[in-house]
């Protein structure tokens, strides 16, 4: 037995040595084979799909609209004969257009490339800018050749314009008066190129480059994960049973983000990622389909796909809100399965610690991460970033580092402010480091190798049919046009927090002061006693030191809004653990503690008090308070929890001078009860905020019944089929034809008045909803120069009562006026007695000073109408005196309406950013081949969201193209049950040239990942 002993372990030894030594080689070739795939994977060649429009084809020279993504194109050439060019200068006396890029309509507009031509001259207009005005020659031919770095205008065959650098013309489609079958248009070419580089997919060597990637990187944590058996301690279980049992805290926390899924409030962005991630398959890529030239959202938004996996489901609310529920229950479980228990055994085994980090996690969540937005991600990230630091440190093991790293790479490529996922590696950079060298004690390749193939993983996710230089692009157009902010312009961020709008909301501006006071006490009884006692040491300063660097690190952003902080929700709420631990943390001065921190807590919740309780576009319909803050009884809330907390200072100063008095001490609170004392202030005012926001939100869909909530329209999502809020506005089917008859004989009388405009300032030189003074009576007292008053009674009009088909639903007239003015409007109704008309009641429609200077309507519904009238007229009052008082009127209408969504119904929309989330059955418009589907719509939020320019010219957005190729006349409508609230607007586009769809002819061409066709738009 002993010589079999003997002879038996040095074969054992060898081969540990052996198989060690195999282990080594495998983690580092494969790690460093996964690390060369990353590295070489977005210069790896792509399919890349080309687009190049041609006009005119076969002769038909009808214009064509094609507003490109981009603005400008990567080249654009013209070549017009000389034939074609006379004649159409002979039969033409006015100058006539050869070939324009903007509308005719759009000449003014400073945009775009115009060529005219008259009695023999060309006249060249660019950006704006008369560049050419020549004779034309005997060969009379015109060239146009342009691209981003130069542009020349040729004119039989000699240069007229020449300039360097990027002067490509603007391209909202090609317009000419140039007719096939007057001109001789034979040799007639326009040729143009939009920038479709984003338009892309991996060829199958990235593809398998890619797979060789993920196979080398699972191999090498393979081998990480063998040599961990022999380098690092035994692993305890992760989820062993008693940390799998369900907890009333967990029951809690899962009923609340479940209820808040459905009547929870949007966020400004939840229309704007739903509607990029939805029109990607048409795209071909995931746009930026509001802004930025339409750029791909590289290199972040890989979480964005997920919502476009759903929305080809269904694109109702509680749907697209999925992910955000399960990342939230998955960020509680390892908040509370993993995070919290290395705090240390005090809190590991208390229940008040953990209805301290229960409430704080859901005061957190409710306002920030419930929607589309990609925080939740940076919640999960970062939290698995913590468990894995802490994990390798108590275990002595690597595996969790290189998860770690890799769960912290793609939390950042998802967006930016998941660089707080860094914060526990940073923190924690010496204990790792020590880890790190014990296990590279032969050789640093093997430890090495694996971290890196973990990291750079993501960017197989990152340039999956993408490339370095179409990121690089999509990142330098997003930096030119901004908002791209610096570091230290963090204030701003603070500044929107202590702002009276929705981004400095109550709900919002809590839990993000709560953090810091929490923080603030953590690091005070830190410094005071070297350690919060009864907490682990290392955790508890590491979780310390990650909030102040997650601080740090949200400066480093390029945005600055209020919404990133929604990141912080799992670390406040560890944070709101420990704190209520250091509070009883101190035998002899727990009580005083504790009524210090509650005196801060409520002083940091009087401070939020003093902004309304405020939320984001529809959210806001029937909320209490959402535009002012909280009262009780007309005392402001934030004076009640002043007052308070002033109470509870006073309650901490004589505990203090209780504890110094000489004489026995008191007899010290058991830590258990004292812990559980100490968490009881933030689980009561957390518990409190929690339910006071849910509570807002219930008395929102009680306000609103009978007309429209999100709550109760998402309640109808889930028990039926329902299309949001646009199964709740009514519009008008015609407004020109509801127009009402004026009784045979009645003429009225007015005084100050005239129907037809005095100047182009009158505002009935542009009535609303397509009206003309030809076909529909208005008035105005409008006059330049002067301050005239007047008295309008206008004819009366025949009411239509006699049968159900023809039943009055409404009254409505068009008013404009502007605000402040002594002027007012009236509807007075009347019953017709033979041949006269006898008033009967009069109801006033605007006040004096009530007008907003712009069209509006003012509606009366059927039961403001007396029961017996049968004649309407209008009546318009005048006694401003100053230059600017004037009133306009139209004649009365009575409309038939229908819904939105049937009155939209398949045809294409453009829906701003802010109102997108709650239309979940419409069909946005598409971007096909760089070129923008040309929508039948336009939605806005009104003055329910601005959307403040975000999709303008400026910044590159769809709006910047619909202003040049169309008008947008409102079409007028209501909310159902709430005439006067205020709801969003529709808009009829209507283009000012009826032009057909643009030929494409399109192409696959292998790119590497280097190619670049050139510049992209310049602003």
């Known amino acids: 037995m002993d010589?079999?002993?003997?002879?038996?372990?040095?074969?054992?030894?060898?081969?540990?040595?052996?198989?060690?030594?195999?282990?080594?080689?495998?983690?580092?070739?494969?790690?460093?084979?996964?690390?060369?795939?990353?590295?070489?994977?977005?210069?790896?060649?792509?399919?890349?799909?080309?687009?190049?429009?041609?006009?005119?084809?076969?002769?038909?020279?009808?214009?064509?609209?094609?507003?490109?993504?981009?603005?400008?194109?990567?080249?654009?050439?013209a070549d017009i004969p000389c034939a074609s060019v006379r004649s159409l200068?002979?039969?033409?006396?006015?100058?006539?257009?050869?070939?324009?890029?903007?509308?005719?309509?759009?000449?003014?507009?400073?945009?775009?490339?115009?060529?005219?031509?008259?009695?023999?001259?060309?006249?060249?207009?660019?950006?704006?800018?008369?560049?050419?005005?020549?004779?034309?020659?005997q060969g009379c031919d015109v060239g146009l050749r342009s691209d981003p770095h130069r542009t020349t205008l040729t004119v039989g065959g000699a240069t007229v314009h020449h300039a360097e650098g990027d002067q490509r013309p603007r391209i909202v489609g090609v317009y000419s008066d140039l007719d096939g079958s007057l001109d001789p248009v034979g040799g007639l070419t326009v040729s143009i190129t939009p920038d479709t580089r984003y338009q892309s997919s991996p060829t199958a060597v990235k593809v398998f480059v890619a797979l060789l990637g993920v196979v080398a990187?699972?191999?090498?944590?393979?081998?990480?994960?063998?040599?961990?058996?022999?380098?690092?301690?035994?692993?305890?279980?992760?989820?062993?049973?008693?940390?799998?049992?369900?907890?009333?805290?967990?029951?809690?926390?899962?009923?609340?983000?479940?209820?808040?899924?459905?009547?929870?409030?949007?966020?400004?962005?939840?229309?704007?990622?739903?509607?990029?991630?939805?029109?990607?398959?048409?795209?071909?890529?995931?746009?930026?389909?509001?802004?930025?030239?339409?750029?791909?959202?590289?290199?972040?938004?890989w979480f964005y796909h997920v919502y476009g996996l759903l929305a080809q489901v269904s694109a109702a609310p509680p749907v697209i809100r999925l992910p955000s529920f399960v990342l939230?229950?998955?960020?509680?479980?390892?908040?509370?399965?993993?995070?919290?228990?290395?705090?240390?055994?005090?809190?590991?085994?208390?229940?008040?610690?953990?209805?301290?980090?229960?409430?704080?996690?859901?005061?957190?969540?409710?306002?920030?991460?419930?929607?589309?937005?990609?925080?939740?991600?940076?919640?999960?990230?970062?939290?698995?970033?913590?468990?894995?630091?802490?994990?390798?440190?108590?275990?002595?093991?690597?595996?969790?580092?290189?998860?770690?790293?890799?769960?912290?790479?793609?939390?950042?490529?998802?967006?930016?402010?998941?660089?707080?996922a860094v914060a526990p590696f940073v923190v924690a950079a010496r204990p790792l480091f020590r880890l790190l060298r014990e296990h590279a004690r032969d050789g640093w390749a093997a430890t090495l190798a694996p971290v890196c193939a973990s990291g750079s993983l993501v960017l197989l996710a990152v340039f999956a049919d993408q490339t370095s230089a179409s990121v690089s692009e999509a990142i330098r157009l997003r930096h030119a046009v901004g908002p791209s902010m610096s570091w230290f312009e963090e204030l701003t961020r603070y500044q929107f927090l202590f702002s009276q709008g929705p981004d400095g909301a109550l709900?919002?501006?809590?839990?993000?002061?709560?953090?810091?006071?929490?923080?603030?006490?953590?690091?005070?009884?830190?410094?005071?006693?070297?350690?919060?006692?009864?907490?682990?040491?290392?955790?508890?300063?590491?979780?310390?030191?990650?909030?102040?660097?997650?601080?740090?690190?949200l400066a480093l952003t390029p945005t600055k809004w209020t919404h990133h902080f929604g990141a912080f929700a799992a670390v406040g709420a560890a944070m709101a653990a420990l704190t209520a631990l250091a509070t009883s943390a101190s035998v002899l001065r727990s009580r005083?503690?504790?009524?210090?921190?509650?005196?801060?807590?409520?002083?940091?919740?009087?401070?939020?008090?003093?902004?309304?309780?405020?939320?984001?576009?529809?959210?806001?319909?029937?909320?209490?308070?959402?535009?002012?803050?909280?009262?009780?009884?007309?005392?402001?809330?934030?004076?009640?929890?002043?007052?308070a907390a002033a109470v509870a200072g006073v309650v901490a100063f004589a505990e203090h001078l209780r504890a110094r008095r000489p004489g026995q001490p008191p007899a010290p609170e058991r830590p258990r009860t004292?812990?559980?004392?100490?968490?009881?202030?933030?689980?009561?005012?957390?518990?409190?905020?929690?339910?006071?926001?849910?509570?807002?939100?219930?008395?929102?869909v009680i306000e609103q019944r009978g007309t429209y909530s999100l709550g109760a329209a998402n309640l109808a999502h889930l028990t039926g089929e329902h299309c949001g809020l646009g199964d709740h506005v009514m519009v008008e089917r015609d407004p020109a034809a509801s127009v009402l008859t004026t009784l045979p004989g009645s003429t009225g009388s007015s005084t100050g008045f005239h129907p037809r405009p005095s100047s182009s300032q009158d505002p009935i030189e542009g009535p609303p909803h397509g009206f003309t003074a030809d076909t529909t009576p208005m008035w105005s007292s409008y006059e330049d120069g002067g301050a005239p008053t007047g008295r309008l009674d206008s004819p009366w009009y025949e009411l239509p009562r006699d049968s159900a088909a023809d039943a009055v639903e409404q009254v409505v007239v068009a008013v404009a006026s502007p605000q402040g003015k002594a002027t007012s409007v009236s509807i007075q109704f009347g019953q017709q007695d033979g041949a006269e008309v006898r008033p009967i009641a009069t109801r006033t429609?605007?006040?004096?000073?009530?007008?907003?200077?712009?069209?509006?309507?003012?509606?009366?519904?059927?039961?403001?109408?007396?029961?017996?009238?049968?004649?309407?007229?209008?009546?318009?009052?005048?006694?401003?005196?100053?230059?600017?008082?004037?009133?306009?009127?139209?004649?009365?209408?009575?409309?038939?309406?229908?819904?939105?969504?049937?009155?939209?119904?398949?045809?294409?929309?453009?829906?701003?950013?802010?109102?997108?989330?709650?239309y979940p059955c419409l069909r946005p418009m598409t971007i096909t081949d760089g070129v923008l589907e040309l929508p039948e719509y336009h939605l806005t939020a009104g003055t329910l969201a601005d959307e403040a320019g975000w999709a303008s010219a400026v910044a590159g957005g769809v709006l910047g193209n619909l202003d040049e190729v169309a008008a947008k006349p409102e079409i007028p409508s209501y909310l159902a049950g709430a005439p006067g609230q205020p709801w969003g607007t529709l808009h009829a586009v209507k283009p000012y040239e009826n032009g057909g769809p643009p030929t494409i002819h399109r192409d696959r061409r292998v790119r590497p990942g280097w190619w670049s066709p050139g510049p992209g738009p310049s602003r």
């Open 3 to 77: 010589t079999a002993t003997s002879t038996r372990a040095p074969e054992d030894g060898l081969g540990r040595r052996r198989g060690g030594r195999f282990l080594r080689r495998a983690a580092a070739f494969s790690g460093l084979v996964a690390v060369l795939c990353a590295v070489v994977f977005p210069f790896l060649p792509v399919v890349q799909e080309t687009a190049r429009i041609t006009w005119p084809v076969g002769g038909d020279t009808t214009a064509v609209n094609a507003p490109l993504v981009s603005y400008w194109a990567l080249d654009t050439s």
């Open 89 to 137: 200068d002979a039969r033409s006396p006015a100058p006539a257009l050869l070939l324009s890029t903007v509308p005719p309509a759009r000449a003014d507009s400073g945009v775009g490339l115009r060529l005219t031509v008259q009695d023999g001259q060309l006249v060249a207009v660019h950006r704006g800018e008369r560049i050419v005005r020549t004779t034309l020659p």
């Open 217 to 301: 990187a699972l191999g090498s944590l393979a081998c990480v994960r063998r040599r961990d058996a022999d380098l690092g301690r035994r692993a305890p279980r992760p989820w062993s049973p008693d940390r799998r049992r369900v907890t009333g805290r967990d029951a809690a926390v899962v009923g609340v983000l479940a209820v808040w899924v459905v009547i929870g409030p949007v966020t400004s962005d939840d229309g704007y990622i739903l509607t990029m991630a939805s029109v990607a398959d048409d795209a071909g890529y995931l746009s930026n389909y509001h802004r930025w030239f339409g750029v791909a959202e590289a290199p972040f938004g």
């Open 328 to 420: 939230g229950v998955a960020s509680w479980l390892v908040l509370s399965r993993a995070v919290l228990p290395r705090l240390g055994a005090s809190v590991r085994r208390s229940r008040s610690a953990g209805w301290a980090a229960a409430t704080v996690f859901c005061v957190w969540w409710l306002p920030y991460d419930n929607g589309v937005r990609p925080e939740p991600v940076a919640v999960l990230g970062s939290l698995l970033s913590l468990w894995a630091v802490e994990r390798a440190l108590a275990t002595r093991r690597l595996l969790p580092v290189c998860l770690g790293v890799g769960a912290a790479a793609f939390t950042f490529a998802a967006t930016p402010t998941g660089l707080i």
């Open 507 to 553: 709900t919002r501006r809590f839990p993000v002061l709560l953090l810091v006071l929490c923080t603030a006490t953590c690091l005070a009884v830190l410094l005071r006693r070297d350690r919060i006692p009864g907490a682990a040491l290392g955790p508890s300063r590491r979780l310390i030191g990650t909030v102040a660097l997650f601080f740090v690190l």
């Open 592 to 643: 005083r503690n504790r009524a210090a921190f509650t005196s801060g807590l409520l002083l940091v919740a009087a401070v939020s008090a003093t902004a309304p309780n405020a939320y984001w576009f529809v959210s806001q319909l029937g909320v209490p308070w959402f535009d002012l803050p909280p009262s009780l009884h007309g005392i402001a809330l934030s004076t009640l929890l002043t007052g």
């Open 674 to 700: 004292a812990l559980g004392r100490g968490s009881v202030s933030v689980v009561a005012v957390c518990g409190l905020v929690v339910l006071g926001t849910i509570g807002s939100m219930v008395k929102a």
């Open 845 to 918: 429609v605007l006040g004096e000073g009530a007008g907003t200077g712009e069209w509006e309507d003012v509606r009366l519904p059927l039961p403001d109408i007396p029961r017996h009238a049968d004649a309407v007229r209008v009546g318009a009052t005048d006694d401003d005196l100053t230059a600017d008082g004037w009133v306009a009127v139209t004649a009365p209408r009575t409309p038939s309406f229908t819904a939105l969504t049937d009155k939209v119904g398949d045809s294409p929309v453009y829906i701003d950013w802010p109102a997108s989330f709650v």
